[in-house]
């Protein structure tokens, strides 16, 4: 397809950002690493511990550079953006260390800069800057828009919403959606009714119990300042892929409402942000689909597709292929590792490489060095053996958040307890055979996984020194997204 004037415009704009930044970079060499991940998957506890561990010595033995002493200092320096909100550091730290409570959830990109001082191996010293951009994956899972015609997306959604649990959820926007003509005249009232309904379709296909990935478009969830406008003001319709929209229908209405989104949100997002991204940490929960079941699984698959075709997108601009590849590294992480016994990690990585392997299949994708890690920023838990019968399970010992159940049990947020999770099989394929039973379709008691959400640690700290926080796999996380610039 020709490009449309717009297309040049956007692809000028990109241009002249991608120069400003080269030409920046060539002074003081600059890594931009992407964090992103969907609602909860761990962003800001991940970022938190990065920062804490690089700037107050943590225990990073396969991040090389820190590791074998090259590292002279890392520390916290303005960001370069004045647009973008600064990421609350030392709130997140003392929220974590100080009162062990996780940080409050967060719905908005921020950023912040760290300056890492290290010696080359050959002895010359030298500076790397590493601008840290955290920002949700449902934002991410907008970009496939850009390529969709009102049209193509309201058969997919629709299609989609027909499938497994999400029938049921569902329902409501459905009878609506058959009460609806799209050649009908424009009516607002319609408009707000069927954005409602399927919003709160969209909101029950997220809830713990069915956990489902693939929820775009993205703002519907966290409007932010675009609440009840019209940009947010759309849902589906049943239309044809090659019909065209009456004037003044209601079809025509949501069509240009679908198009104000992709202008207002999608490809500021894009151009101020993703396009100028080097690296990419995708963090994963993949235990709450576990805890769901199996069609959350294979939603998050659906959802991980559709995030490397982004990184696609982000490697077609005109001028990134003449100064410098974008995104050359992407990292996805299995979060929350620490849920589990140490003998299943690998087998989580196993679980997520399956996973990404099927997803970089269908997205023909051949570009950035693509990496999978299962790790815990935090390690909230130790590992015990408990004896039951004639059988040492494997279990973890925790102190459970106030509120969370097991087996008809409350946790006051106190109480330290060891539970056995449940073992992730050997075979990953076994998981997506969907053999397993989660939330969605069994009561919780009878579930083959129950991961439970455990208070931050509790840490001893040495004299007036800032006591470590312990992780797993956090140093190879580092190693991969940018030991490579600091050799
Ligand atoms: N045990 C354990 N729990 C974690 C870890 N990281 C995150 N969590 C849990 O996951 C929750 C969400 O973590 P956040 O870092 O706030 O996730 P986020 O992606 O920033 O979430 P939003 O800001 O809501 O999008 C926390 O409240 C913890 O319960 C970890 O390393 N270990
Ligand atoms: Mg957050």
């Known amino acids: 397809m020709a490009p449309g004037f717009r297309d040049i415009v956007e692809e000028a704009r990109l241009s002249v950002r991608a120069l400003l930044d080269y030409g920046d970079g060539l002074f003081h060499p600059t890594v931009r690493l992407g964090v992103t991940g969907l609602s909860r998957a761990g962003k800001t506890v991940f970022i938190t511990a990065l920062i804490h561990g690089l700037t107050r010595g943590g225990r990073f033995p396969v991040f090389e550079p820190f590791a074998t002493g090259r590292i002279a200092r890392a520390g916290l320096e303005p960001q370069p953006d004045d647009a973008v909100p600064r990421f609350d550091y030392e709130n997140h730290v003392c929220t974590l260390i100080e009162q062990q409570r996780w940080p409050n959830s967060t719905v908005d990109i921020s950023e912040l800069r760290l300056v890492i001082d290290y010696q080359r191996h050959n002895g010359a010293d030298r500076t790397l800057t590493l601008d840290i951009v955290d920002y949700p994956g449902e934002w991410l899972l907008d970009l496939p828009l850009l390529n969709k015609s009102y049209e193509q997306w ?21 009878n609506h959606l058959a009460t609806l003509n799209a050649g009908d005249r424009e ?17 029950a296909c997220r809830d713990e119990r069915f956990a489902m990935s693939l929820l775009p478009p993205g703002r519907f969830l966290m409007p932010g300042n675009l609440k009840g406008s019209p940009a947010l003001t759309f849902a589906p319709l049943d239309v044809a892929a090659a019909g065209t929209a009456p004037d003044g229908s209601l079809w025509a209405m949501m069509r240009r409402r ?18 100028r991204l080097d690296r990419q940490i995708v963090l994963v929960d993949a235990l709450a689909a576990f805890n769901a079941g199996p069609e959350a699984l294979h939603d998050l698959e ?28 992407i990292l996805f992480a299995a979060t929350k590792a620490d849920h589990l016994h140490h003998s299943s990690h690998d087998r989580l990585e196993a679980v997520l490489r399956r996973t990404v392997a099927k997803a970089a299949d269908r997205a023909e994708y051949a570009g950035a060095a693509i990496d999978v890690v299962a790790l815990a920023a935090v390690r909230a838990t130790r590992e015990a053996t408990v004896a039951r019968g004639r059988d040492r399970l494997p279990s973890i010992l925790g102190t459970p958040a106030c509120g969370e159940v097991s087996n008809g049990e409350t946790f006051d947020g106190e109480t330290e307890v060891a539970t056995f999770p449940g073992d992730l099989p050997a075979d990953p394929q076994q998981l997506f055979e969907g053999t397993f039973r989660g939330l969605s379709s ?14 931050p640690p509790r840490l001893e700290r040495a004299g007036d020194e800032a006591p470590v926080l312990p992780h797993i796999r956090l140093d190879r996380a580092l190693q991969f997204l940018i030991g490579d610039r600091l050799q």
């Not at 679908?258 to 396009?275: G, I, L, T, W």
């Not at 659906?302 to 050359?328: Q, V």
């Open 154 to 174: 309201s058969i997919e959604s629709l299609a989609l919403s027909r499938e497994g649990p999400r029938a049921k959820l569902a329902g409501p926007w459905h």
């Open 187 to 203: 009516n607002e009232q319609s408009a707000l009714a069927s954005a409602r309904l399927f919003t709160d379709y969209l909101r």
């Open 258 to 275: 679908y198009e104000a989104y992709k202008d207002v949100v999608v490809r500021p997002f894009f151009r101020d942000h993703f396009a």
């Open 302 to 329: 659906a959802a991980l597709a559709g995030i490397l075709d982004c990184f696609r997108i982000g490697r077609g601009t005109l001028l990134s292929h003449l100064f410098r590849p974008r995104i050359d590294r």
């Open 442 to 455: 069994t009561p919780s008691g009878n579930t083959d996984f129950r991961f439970l959400r455990f208070r």
